[in-house]
Structures are given as C-alpha cells and as structure tokens.
C-alpha cells in the first residue's frame, strides 16, 4: 500500500553506498524510518528533496515483511535554508528534534506536536537562535504535554510572591510561599528570581515567540533561564540534559574575532 504524508526530516543516514535512512516526523503516524534506495546516485529524483529540518510530501510504500518502508517520491515544502548557514538557530532546532524524539513514543499519532514543530522551525529559520526562543519553544511544548510548571504563584494558597526569589521544586512544577514552607527549609529546590519566572509566565501566555526574543534578560534571569525548563525537562520526561547542555553552549560562543595582521610580531 502506499501512503501519502506531510512529513519533517528528523535524522538521516547512510544505510548503503548509494542509499540511506531518512527518520521522519509526521502527524497521523509519528515517528516513521524510511528508506531511500539510491538516494546518493548523481541523478537520483530524490537529489535536493530531503534533508534536515525540511518538511517534504512524503510517497511510501508501506513495510512488507522485515524491511523498512520504502519511500517512492519526496518532494520538499518548505526547506527552511537559513538553518543550514545560522549555527544558533540549528542548535536550537537540533535539540527540539532530539528532545521531541525522546519525549514522545516512536508512533504516537500526534498533529499538535507537528504543527509545533513546524512551527518552530519555521521560527528559527526566520528570526535565529536565542535562550528566550529556545524557552518559549519549549515552554509550548511541555504545554503539548500537559507538563506546564506553575510558575506565577504560590502552589498552595495561590498568592503572588512577595520574596525577590522563591524556592522552585523541579519534582512538583511549583514553589511555595514564605507562610506556606513554614514547616521548615524546603528540600530538592532551586532558588529563582521572581522575575525570571514572570518572563516565563508572560510566554507561556502568549501565542508568538517574539515577546521572548524581545525580552532583554538580566545576569540572573538569563542564568535561572538555562537551568529551570532543562532540569525541569530532565526530571519530568526522564531525559538526559546533555543535547539541551550542548545547545546552550553554541548559544553561549561568540564568533571567532578576525586576526588582525599588524598585531603579529615577527
Ligand atoms: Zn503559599
């Protein structure tokens, strides 16, 4: 049977000399692995059709017997080709797709994880890599996934903080007020400034990621940033921090300064 599909290139790789394996997202199968016999010939049809990040039309034979899928015709949508030269913004995509294939079962059927997908992606192809967007992306996502922390107020009595920092529990997805941890020092938490978690709470509200990338962050808001939803993320969907950790760092270089030739001693 053939099946046609929307689909996102998630990974790919060699599979033969002329072949490989293309694992996809899409909406109504989930994660998918197909394979594309003579994809790296000269004139494959297939030749400038699929590559990271794109979403292509994806024709596939369904599996018969042992094998994998294979894929009949590709065509690209949406290419999106900023994110082959901006290093930041591949960054961030690399790791949404790595957090994406760990957090949701290989074939959950699921069209609001593609449409997030798609839609950040198509974010960071137009506007860049950042920590804000990175967070508003990932804010949304632990919305798909009915994770979202409390951010705003006391998880207990519901009051707004009247501290400059609440103690926050990455295993609860709250904090506690002053009068509600009066039975001694919390246990397990990570100290956060409120306002950190006012900017987080202003996007998990909102429906565009510009009101992050235009939030101009302090030391500290920046530095409780990079921590919460990573920890937050590792603890809830059993995750290893180390594809955010690497994210984080492209995020944190800065390009290499041109060497300045008269500066040079002979
Ligand atoms: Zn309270």
């Known amino acids: 049977m053939i099946l046609k599909t929307p689909a996102v290139v998630l990974r790919q790789h060699p599979y033969t000399e002329t072949s490989r394996v293309v694992t996809w997202l899409t909406p109504d199968r989930g994660r998918l692995n197909t394979l594309i016999?003579?994809?790296?010939?000269?004139?494959?049809?297939?030749?400038?059709?699929?590559?990271?990040?794109?979403?292509?039309e994806l024709l596939y034979y369904t599996k018969?017997?042992?094998?994998?899928?294979?894929?009949?015709?590709?065509?690209?949508?949406?290419?999106?080709?900023?994110?082959?030269?901006?290093?930041?913004?591949?960054?961030?995509?690399?790791?949404?797709?790595?957090?994406?294939?760990?957090?949701?079962?290989?074939k959950a059927s699921r069209q609001d994880v593609f449409d997030w997908l798609e839609a950040a992606l198509d974010d960071l192809a137009a506007n860049g890599g950042s920590v804000q967007a990175m967070c508003w992306h990932e804010l949304k996502f632990l919305n798909l996934l009915g994770l979202a922390p409390r951010l705003e107020r006391c998880r207990q009595c519901n009051r707004a903080p009247n501290e400059q920092e609440v103690p926050f529990s990455i295993a609860d997805?709250?904090?506690?007020c002053a009068r509600c941890r009066n039975n001694g020092a919390?246990?397990?938490?990570?100290?956060?400034?409120?306002?950190?978690?006012q900017r987080l709470t202003e996007w998990q509200r909102s429906d565009s990621p510009a009101i992050a990338r235009n939030t101009r962050l302090t030391f500290s808001q920046?530095?409780?940033?990079?921590?919460?939803?990573?920890?937050?993320?590792?603890?809830?969907?059993?995750?290893?921090?180390?594809?955010?950790?690497?994210?984080?760092?492209?995020?944190?270089?800065?390009?290499p300064r041109p060497v300045d030739p008269e500066a040079r001693v002979g």
């Open 64 to 106: 018969t017997g042992d094998g994998l899928p294979i894929t009949r015709e590709c065509t690209a949508l949406n290419m999106r080709p900023t994110l082959r030269d901006d290093w930041r913004a591949c960054a961030i995509a690399s790791y949404l797709t790595s957090l994406l294939s760990r957090a949701i079962p290989e």
């Open 222 to 255: 920046q530095s409780a940033l990079e921590r919460i939803p990573g920890l937050f993320l590792a603890h809830h969907l059993d995750l290893s921090p180390a594809p955010r950790a690497a994210a984080l760092d492209i995020l944190a270089r800065r390009p």
């Open 186 to 197: 919390p246990r397990n938490v990570v100290w956060v400034p409120v306002t950190a978690l």
């Open 37 to 56: 016999k003579g994809a790296l010939r000269p004139k494959s049809a297939f030749l400038g059709q699929v590559d990271l990040f794109y979403t292509c």
């Open 173 to 176: 997805g709250g904090w506690l």
